[in-house]
């Protein structure tokens, strides 16, 4: 009876798990929305797509340009923007900063990018 408990207790820990890990693309902590690369993160009810992550140009929102690792976004209306630490960018009325980017989310061979929106 015991064993049978615990077994129980174990599918639903595990299941729980899994669940969390299949639909978690992005974390809000503090305003602060961790995104991952190559997932799809809802913003102001839009879904902005991102991905490849490498060195590159990028525009800062004083206009000027730097060189440093940078992902591509993807609107609905079928727009790109590549962003960078410190970029910039909007999404329906509200503004959002790139806050954090890196290749690998721990350890994993993925990155990441954090933003928050500017008020």
Same mark, same amino acid.
Request: charged share 35%.
């Given at each position: 009876?015991?064993?049978l408990?615990?077994?129980g207790f174990l599918v639903l820990l595990l299941n729980s798990c899994q669940n969390q890990t299949i639909t978690t693309?992005?974390?809000e902590t503090e305003n602060v929305i961790l995104v991952k690369q190559n997932t799809v993160v809802t913003l102001?009810?839009?879904r902005i797509g991102n991905g490849n992550y490498f060195a @590159?140009?990028?525009e800062l929102p004083d206009g000027t340009t730097k060189n440093g690792l940078s992902a591509k976004l993807w609107f609905p209306d079928e727009t790109k923007k590549i962003v960078g630490l410190g970029s910039v960018f909007s999404v329906k009325?509200? @503004?959002y900063e790139v806050?954090?980017?890196?290749k690998k989310y721990k350890d994993r061979d993925f990155g990441f990018m954090k933003i928050k929106e500017i008020k």
């Open positions: 009876m015991n064993q408990l615990l077994i693309n992005s974390m102001e009810g839009a @590159r140009d990028y009325d509200k @503004r806050i954090e980017i890196d």
